[in-house]
């Protein structure tokens, strides 16, 4: 088994509404797996369900290869989006209480929440009480409370909002430590800046419906249009161009005589690009050649807007 | 369920140490104790007021009539005008002026008799004097008939009919309004419990989700269990405050009796006024004896018994219709379009049972809403006392009382965990009736 949690076309309907629709996920293990969609697409229905907070109306979940079953609560960490903690509580007793939740002895708690207050250097909060605390210093508390009981699977929603950059810097280490020890984690965000840092996988979760699905570097592959960035040296650049557009599609052209620089965006109609490498360098010196690959967020806005024109 | 007794804990040990419950727990006594004491001091003070009334006396009817009473003394004015014995007793400061024309028939005297007082007069006051009066006329009016003052009282004699069961069981008066006041605190309590308590359980239920906690929590335990845990945890700390109130209420009542030095049956001195005149009745000592007698009759452990049943699922029905109303809103101010039907059964059942089964505690309607569960707790308990089976509640409706109570207590509770469930996690609306119902076929 190479899934830690496989989905098969889970629905999940609200009243008239469907919250979900068919959706089939494999999430492999000791991956980071980006769970994107915009708003109200159904990603914290499907990440409840996992959770076992809702239940599916149909479809089943399977985690680390086993149907779903409430022993499995105690391998799941979740950081939801919407996050709290009781605010007249001190943080320690708090701690202590939501790890005993999850199943862990006091002692085995208490040893642990030493461990990470030691290595997020918050040791003396512990008999503050959270209405003490900053909005960044209880989101800390409670990242300690989603991976204090080790669990297999980490699901995080939106986990560094409310941090400011250097927190959120030291949370984003310790997820890819966590992910280096061998735990899987599902990272749900709009952030698609630290989807680019972090998964490896992703699905976009589109009104309901699964739209797009596997491995990042595969889908950029997929997404991209066989446009590179040419930048040349050459004497006779206005030649160039006429000849090449006579047969591709050139845009944003810009030629500097006096430099003799000319930069364009070609498409070509297929990946290969060698012939047309071949006859650039003849004509010029060939400065760069890069393909454009799309990024995440590209590809999460184009997804996005073709599923909503379609529909 | 191995999670419960934590959230439990947790849940008590919040309760009992948040600084208003504290402060409530230890003011509360002292504050009902401080009122009770103030009443009977001002009691003791009004019962111990002298009032002196000045009696211009013309006639020679009333001659030893005005004696010197307990609260009251006469001053006697003669030879002076009515208006220098009025002047005369303002300046003094004295109650009143009692005047007695002259004349030569009572009747007339009677009549023509009148007291001067600055304000309106006290009832208690009037009364006496009105008794006064009375007396004289009936003694005047009888001599006129020829009858002596003893052959009257002779026949002048109260009556009751006496009153038994089929089994031959003597009835005492008023003996079912006693039990029934015994059965209605029982009851009364149990409302106050519900409307204290099940109001904690709702705020503790909306803290957890203003602070977004839940979600947290919700991934770890089952929300029945939250729920459940919730509402145990509240009521413990309700039962604590409780039990201290009653302890430390009752330890202080009596530091404070003996203290300010009021004795706590003068307190119904009052009651006893109205029979000073006509014919005597069984003296107070027996009759006490009897209604004594007839407490310990009363079934106390079953009443006890039957009291912890109806309490905890009555408690237990309650407070989870008060948990799915505090999931359902964001916050407290939403929460009053829900509670006025929750309170609605509980007055009924109060007002019900203090005008209908006191009177007839085996009647229809007594009947009727001692069967209804959501005003059984209250119902049936102010009906307990009167005893079970033959003369009391017929065994049949007992049973079936506890028995729609316990099937509604698995239907509400059910019911209140699905719209628990589902609106802890709803956040920025404010539900109507119809939304909470759609959230049952979630």
Redesign the interface.
């Given at each position: 088994m190479n899934n830690i949690l496989v989905t098969k076309e889970v629905t999940k309907r609200?009243?008239g509404h469907t919250a979900l629709d068919k959706v089939s996920l494999e999430i492999p293990k000791n991956s980071i797996y980006g769970l994107l969609g915009p708003n109200g697409a159904g990603k914290t229905t499907l990440i409840?369900i996992i959770?076992?907070?809702?239940f599916p109306d149909q479809g089943e979940v399977y985690f680390d290869g086993e149907l779903l079953k409430?022993q499995h609560?105690a391998m799941?960490g979740?950081?939801?989006e919407?996050?709290?903690?009781?605010?007249?509580?001190k943080v320690g007793e708090q701690v202590l209480?939501?790890a005993?939740?999850?199943g862990l002895s006091k002692s085995e708690a208490q040893k642990r929440l030493k461990f990470w207050f030691e290595r997020l250097e918050i040791g003396d909060w512990w008999n503050k009480k959270i209405q003490e605390l900053s909005k960044g210093m209880a989101q800390k508390i409670?990242f300690i409370?989603t991976v204090l009981h080790e669990p297999k699977l980490l699901i995080f929603d939106e986990p560094f909002s409310g941090f400011d950059p250097i927190n959120a810097n030291i949370i984003k280490d310790e997820i890819l430590r966590l992910k280096e020890n061998g735990t899987s984690i599902i990272f749900s965000t709009h952030r698609m800046e630290s989807v680019e840092e972090l998964c490896e996988y992703i699905a976009l979760i589109h009104r309901s419906e699964k739209i797009l699905d596997g491995k990042l570097s595969d889908i950029k592959r997929a997404y991209k249009n066989n446009i590179y960035q040419v930048g040349l040296e050459t004497d006779n650049g206005d030649m160039i161009l006429k000849e090449l557009a006579d047969k591709f599609d050139i845009s944003s052209s810009k030629y500097n005589i006096g430099e003799k620089q000319l930069d364009f965006t070609v498409q070509l109609p297929d990946s290969n690009s060698g012939s047309v490498l071949n006859y650039l360098s003849t004509k010029a010196n060939i400065n760069h050649f890069v393909e454009t690959i799309p990024s995440a967020s590209e590809i999460f806005i184009q997804t996005v807007q073709s599923k909503g024109i379609h529909e | 369920m191995n999670k419960l007794p934590l959230i439990i804990k947790r849940e008590y040990l919040a309760k009992v140490r948040n600084k208003s419950f504290v402060i409530m727990t230890f003011l509360s006594p002292i504050l009902m104790v401080a009122m009770v004491v103030l009443i009977a001091y001002l009691t003791k003070i009004n019962d111990g007021e002298k009032r002196i009334i000045g009696l211009l006396n013309e006639s020679d009817y009333f001659t030893h009539e005005f004696l010197m009473s307990e609260g009251t003394s006469y001053v006697h004015f003669s030879d002076i005008s009515l208006e220098a014995a009025k002047d005369s007793t303002a300046n003094q400061g004295y109650y009143g002026l009692l005047y007695i024309p002259n004349g030569k028939d009572l009747e007339k005297v009677a009549e023509g008799s009148f007291l001067y007082t600055k304000d309106a007069p006290n009832t208690d006051v009037l009364d006496r004097l009105d008794g006064i009066f009375q007396q004289r006329l009936r003694q005047e009016r009888l001599q006129k008939m020829g009858v002596s003052t003893t052959d009257f009282e002779s026949i002048d004699s109260r009556f009751e009919i006496n009153t038994a069961t089929y089994d031959g069981d003597l009835n005492i008066k008023g003996i079912n309004e006693i039990k029934a006041f015994i059965g209605g605190g029982f009851g009364y309590l149990i409302m106050m419990f519900i409307i204290i308590y099940g109001g904690f359980v709702m705020r503790s239920v909306i803290e957890e989700k203003t602070s977004r906690i839940i979600e947290v929590i919700i991934s770890s335990v089952k929300p029945f269990e939250l729920m459940l845990g919730k509402i145990i945890g509240t009521s413990l700390a309700g039962v604590t405050q409780f039990a201290i109130w009653i302890v430390s209420g009752g330890l202080l009542l009596i530091v404070a009796f003996a203290i300010f030095d009021i004795d706590p049956s003068s307190m119904n001195s009052g009651a006893a006024v109205g029979a000073n005149f006509g014919p005597p009745i069984p003296t107070a000592d027996q009759t006490l004896q009897i209604y004594a007698q007839e407490l310990f009759k009363i079934p106390w452990a079953m009443l006890i018994t039957f009291f912890l049943i109806y309490f905890i699922l009555g408690y237990l029905i309650y407070s989870s219709i008060y948990a799915a109303i505090g999931a359902a809103v964001d916050n407290e101010t939403d929460t009053q379009q829900f509670i006025f039907p929750i309170i609605l059964p509980l007055m009924l059942a109060i007002y019900v049972g203090f005008f209908s089964v006191f009177s007839n505690p085996n009647g229809p309607i007594a009947v009727g809403f001692s069967l209804f569960p959501l005003t059984s707790p209250i119902v049936m308990l102010m009906r307990l006392p009167g005893g079970i089976g033959e003369g009391g509640v017929p065994i049949w409706e007992l049973v079936t009382s506890i028995l729609l109570l316990i099937i509604t207590f698995i239907g509400i509770v059910w019911l209140a965990a699905k719209i628990y469930r589902v609106g802890i996690l709803m956040y920025g609306k404010k539900p109507t009736y119809k939304e909470l119902f759609r959230w049952l076929k979630y």
């Open positions: 609200y009243g409840r959770n076992q907070i809702t409430p609560i799941i979740y950081l939801p919407e996050r709290g903690l009781y605010k007249s509580m209480y939501l005993q939740l999850k409670q409370v | -």
